[in-house]
């Protein structure tokens, strides 16, 4: 009998050590998952330096550096649409949670072509083909697809090719598209030297048929003009408000084109920038705001901080015939800490490149107070545009130097190229570089976007 009872004890024991192996180890299982999600959404590069700007998540996008942004809510959800510059094709980023942003798609795109831009406006994306500049990857010598591709994308994370618009030549660049009957493109046409402005009607998406062209004098090469000046091209996108066309077409500054009748686009108003700004993509990038008689306008050097000097503006065109330029963004000054006076010397490209542009989209931050700015290798820069003639930087963040070269730029050691940037309606500010993933940040300062 006594044995009996010891054997029962001792069975007992056992059995409550097993269940509290059972529950510390669950426990420790639990932990461990819990540990692992918080480590996961707070995986953040280390090194970054910033000012009224916190970093809230980061995407190694699966080794894809990401280029041209467009963004999209749908019955709750945030995606984020990209083209990128070493992958041929476009990446879909669920960025509901900001801080655990989850690449779930990516959309194959033609060999040998440049696929970097895109536009949405409500179930349409159009999407740009373009021959791939010299020095970024491609094969000159093979095949290459180019022009624009219209998508329906009703379903957001299955888009359905619609049809393509073909230029003939080497495609197009930097489009626009706010909706409606018309995409307004940056193309590259047979018997033209640089891009034009090209209206292409897609009231039949299989069937596109371009409505209007228009383009500096001397850029029809095939039609024996005299040749224009030195990198006249329109870089795009031309940004269409009613029925004014603003076109920054590199060293013939900012254009405004009266599109009325879009068979006949008239110039209206010019503002040169280039002297004194350099030539190449003198104007880059130009948000107009006629309610508020302002644009934003922007260079693009390419010069690795050799050149004359670029420029971000703002220019008063409450008088569309004859645009005043107000101001000049300052110059981004580097964190003490650093080991460069400037960021001219500090390798890569260096200014402006691109700016929250897409203001005709519904689900991006409209522009007020500030104006936000990917400055390649001084990363994102704000400034407080609220006085017009004299706007002061007011934040900064500056991802850590890239440990990894995916492709051939920037030439020489390898240095941060931040290259695009877009800011949505709740305030989440993405950005992107040519050798590292993408970044959601939020701007923390006093100074409301307003």
């Known amino acids: 009998m006594k044995q009996s009872i010891k054997i029962l004890l001792a069975g007992i024991a056992i059995a409550t050590w097993i269940r509290l192996a059972l529950v510390l180890s669950a426990g420790f299982l639990l932990l461990t998952v819990i540990v692992a999600t918080i480590a996961h959404a707070q995986q953040l590069p280390q090194g970054a330096l910033s000012s009224n700007v916190q970093a809230v ?14 963004i999209t809510e749908h019955q709750g959800r945030w995606y984020l649409y990209m083209g990128h510059f070493w ?66 994308i009703k379903e957001p994370l299955n888009p359905k090719r619609l049809g ?65 000046e030195p990198e006249i091209s329109l870089h795009g996108p031309p940004y269409v408000i009613g029925n004014r066309a603003y076109l920054p077409y590199g060293s013939a500054g900012m254009i405004v084109l009266d599109i009325s009748d879009v068979s006949k686009p008239k110039q209206i108003g010019r503002l040169d920038f280039s002297p004194p700004f350099h030539l190449q993509f003198g104007a880059h990038s130009v948000l107009p705001l006629p309610s508020k008689g302002l644009a934003y306008v922007n260079s693009e050097d390419t010069s690795y901080g050799k050149g004359p000097l670029h420029h971000a503006s703002i220019v008063d065109i409450s008088d569309p015939t004859n645009p005043v330029l107000l101001s000049t963004m300052p110059e981004p000054v580097p964190p003490p800490e650093l080991p460069y006076r400037d960021f001219f010397e500090k390798g890569g490209w260096s200014g402006p490149h691109n700016i929250n542009l897409l203001q005709h ?54 240095a941060l190229q931040t290259e695009d940037v877009l800011v949505d309606t709740r305030g989440y500010i993405y950005i992107t570089h040519k050798n590292q993933g993408l970044w959601i940040l939020k701007y923390t300062g006093q100074l409301s976007p307003g």
């Open 57 to 70: 998540g980061y995407s190694d996008l699966n080794g894809k550096p990401a280029f041209k942004m467009s």
């Open 87 to 152: 992958h041929r094709g476009w990446s879909i980023v669920d960025v509901t949670n900001p801080s655990k942003p989850k690449v779930v798609k990516f959309i194959p795109g033609p060999a040998n072509t440049f696929t970097g831009q895109m536009e949405l406006s409500g179930n349409t994306m159009i999407t740009s083909l373009e021959r791939i500049l010299p020095g970024f990857g491609g094969e000159p010598n093979q095949p290459f697809d180019e022009g624009v591709v219209i998508w329906d």
């Open 361 to 414: 989209n519904r689900a991006v931050q409209k522009q007020g107070n500030l104006l936000y700015i990917a400055h390649f290798n001084a990363g994102l820069r704000i400034f407080n545009v609220a006085n017009s003639r004299q706007p002061t930087e007011i934040g900064f963040f500056l991802p850590p130097e890239p440990t990894k070269r995916f492709g051939p730029m920037p030439k020489g050691r390898l």
């Open 164 to 228: 393509q618009f073909r230029t003939g030549g080497t495609g197009t660049h930097r489009n626009f598209y706010a909706g409606g009957r018309y995409m307004h493109l940056a193309a590259g046409m047979p018997g033209y030297e640089g891009n034009i402005y090209v209206i292409v009607d897609i009231t039949n998406p299989a069937r596109p048929v371009e409505a209007g062209r228009w383009w500096v004098p001397g850029q029809h090469t095939a039609a024996l003009e005299k040749p224009p």
